[in-house]
């Protein structure tokens, strides 16, 4: 079964940076484009960030860029955010999972998340 663990989340200022990663294990990522997701309190869960099976193309949320920038390591089996000049409204929890088809459903089972707080 897979397994995705997310970690790297912490309670930042404003304008701050982190660095999310999460680690996949029962499967190889190799095949499958990746995207980075959120859930703020009283909210659904939303697509933030999806990067191609090869790393080549990456997209994302009008929000968030210019700021993050998502990146993955096929051989370490790692997907990765890079969280630059944080907002408050980006706090929330943080998720990986590969994408769909269409990138409308996730194919595999939730991790626990990383919780990412900014404060103003």
């Known amino acids: 079964q897979v397994q995705l663990v997310e970690s790297g989340g912490a309670s930042v200022q404003a304008g701050g940076s982190l660095r999310l990663s999460c680690a996949a294990s029962?499967?190889?990522?190799?095949?499958?484009?990746m995207g980075w997701y959120r859930q703020a309190p009283g909210k659904r869960r939303d697509w933030v960030a999806g990067?191609?099976?090869?790393?080549?193309?990456?997209d994302y949320i009008d929000s968030v860029k210019g700021r993050f920038t998502i990146s993955r390591d096929n051989a370490m089996n790692m997907v990765y955010l890079q969280m630059n000049n944080l907002r408050p409204e980006d706090t929330a929890v943080y998720h990986c999972?590969?994408?769909?088809?269409?990138?409308?459903?996730?194919?595999?089972?939730w991790g626990q998340g990383t919780q990412v707080t900014v404060s103003s």
């Open positions: 029962g499967t190889e990522i190799i095949r499958y484009r």
């Open positions: 990067i191609s099976s090869d790393g080549t193309t990456q």
């Open positions: 999972n590969a994408m769909g088809a269409d990138g409308s459903y996730t194919l595999w089972p």
